[in-house]
């Protein structure tokens, strides 16, 4: 990890991932006030393992100079990312949406001081991309980010902030998911690195937002996710009639900080990936109907055929 990395946060990463291995470990990674919770069911979506130094410590400091680094080692996980699979089988999306379901259950009892803190990536904190509004070059654009942004601060937030709050991972893009190499199922998820304590919803929200951006039927992608997400991990009417807006302010708050990224890092290619599907998406959101995005939404709650 870079030399500015928080070492609080870091140690938060490298216990998840210990405490999603094994969740009677209550031996903390190091002084943060950690805690694990009670053993629950095997998530089907496997973590990295943490690997040990020979002295027994998860995390090293190295010095190279006047660098310093934190050094963490996990083993290898098989599979490539969704984000190459094609197609996306109705079971897969399913798969994938348990599973994450099963991984939020897990995640439920998982606590660390270093997840409580303030991250652009966290929905809440949408209204804070106004600022970077202005690398975002075309008008009409610009004038799309802020009319969506105007509705999640007078209208979403205040009832996002009545549903429930717990660690999620908050970063289940179909790059930081893997697959097997016949693309049919799941072997594993990556990268904690947006982990924080929020809410729950909005863990679907931001994998159906990656999900529908990469697929020729996005509507339909995100109803067979849910259906998965659902059954392992039951929402609220409440959450579940939020998704849409919050998939929408995700792809926002993605489309501003990939501007800014391009200015500011315009050599890291993988900080824009998702820039242009994220418009894309957009685009054609304007042209859907909110409410019947909302009621295929909410039917994937209920149907095991979605």
Same mark, same amino acid.
């Given at each position: 990890?870079?030399?500015?990395?928080?070492?609080?946060?870091?140690?938060?990463?490298?216990?998840?991932?210990?405490?999603?291995?094994?969740?009677?470990?209550?031996?903390?990674? $190091?002084?943060?006030?950690?805690?694990?919770?009670?053993?629950?069911?095997?998530?089907?979506?496997?973590?990295?393992?943490?690997?040990?130094?020979?002295?027994?410590?998860?995390?090293?400091?190295?010095?190279?100079?006047a660098e310093s680094y934190l050094v963490w080692l996990v083993r290898f996980l098989e599979?490539?990312?969704?984000?190459?699979?094609?197609?996306?089988?109705?079971?897969?999306?399913?798969?994938?949406?348990?599973?994450?379901?099963?991984?939020?259950?897990?995640?439920?009892?998982?606590?660390?001081?270093?997840?409580?803190?303030?991250?652009?990536?966290?929905?809440?904190?949408?209204?804070?991309?106004?600022?970077?509004?202005?690398?975002?070059?075309?008008?009409?654009?610009?004038?799309?980010?802020?009319?969506?942004?105007?509705?999640?601060?007078?209208?979403?937030?205040?009832?996002?902030?009545?549903?429930?709050?717990?660690?999620?991972?908050?970063?289940?893009?179909?790059?930081?998911?893997?697959?097997?190499?016949?693309?049919?199922?799941?072997? $594993?998820?990556?990268?904690?690195?947006?982990?924080?304590?929020?809410?729950?919803?909005?863990?679907?929200?931001?994998?159906?937002?990656?999900?529908?951006?990469?697929?020729?039927?996005?509507?339909?992608?995100?109803?067979?996710?849910?259906?998965?997400?659902?059954?392992?991990?039951?929402?609220?009417?409440?959450?579940?009639?939020?998704?849409?807006?919050?998939?929408?302010?995700?792809?926002?708050?993605?489309?501003?900080?990939?501007?800014?990224?391009?200015?500011?890092?315009?050599?890291?290619?993988?900080?824009?990936?998702?820039?242009?599907?994220?418009?894309?998406?957009?685009?054609?959101?304007?042209?859907?109907?909110?409410?019947?995005?909302?009621?295929?939404?909410?039917?994937?709650?209920?149907?095991?055929?979605?």
């Amino acid at each position: 990890m870079r030399s500015e990395a928080d070492p609080a946060f870091v140690e938060a990463q490298v216990e998840v991932l210990r405490y999603l291995a094994d969740p009677l470990s209550r031996a903390p990674v $190091g002084g943060s006030g950690s805690r694990s919770g009670s053993r629950s069911a095997e998530p089907s979506l496997p973590t990295p393992e943490v690997v040990l130094s020979l002295d027994g410590a998860a995390i090293q400091e190295v010095r190279t100079g006047a660098e310093s680094y934190l050094v963490w080692l996990v083993r290898f996980l098989e599979g490539r990312p969704l984000a190459e699979a094609r197609p996306r089988s109705p079971e897969l999306l399913r798969s994938f949406g348990r599973a994450l379901g099963e991984l939020d259950l897990r995640l439920a009892a998982f606590s660390h001081a270093a997840v409580h803190r303030d991250l652009r990536w966290d929905l809440r904190n949408a209204p804070a991309a106004r600022p970077l509004l202005e690398h975002v070059e075309a008008p009409a654009r610009r004038e799309l980010v802020t009319a969506h942004l105007d509705r999640a601060e007078e209208e979403v937030l205040p009832r996002l902030r009545e549903t429930r709050a717990q660690v999620i991972h908050n970063d289940a893009n179909d790059h930081n998911v893997l697959v097997d190499t016949s693309g049919t199922a799941l072997t $594993g998820i990556l990268d904690f690195g947006d982990m924080v304590h929020t809410h729950l919803v909005c863990e679907p929200a931001v994998a159906m937002a990656y999900l529908m951006m990469n697929d020729s039927d996005p509507i339909s992608a995100a109803r067979r996710f849910l259906t998965g997400y659902h059954s392992a991990c039951p929402l609220t009417e409440a959450e579940i009639l939020l998704l849409p807006d919050l998939i929408i302010t995700r792809l926002c708050v993605s489309v501003v900080l990939s501007a800014h990224a391009r200015r500011s890092r315009p050599e890291n290619a993988y900080l824009t990936v998702s820039e242009a599907p994220a418009w894309r998406l957009l685009d054609l959101l304007r042209t859907l109907d909110g409410d019947e995005i909302a009621a295929e939404l909410a039917g994937a709650c209920v149907r095991s055929d979605a």
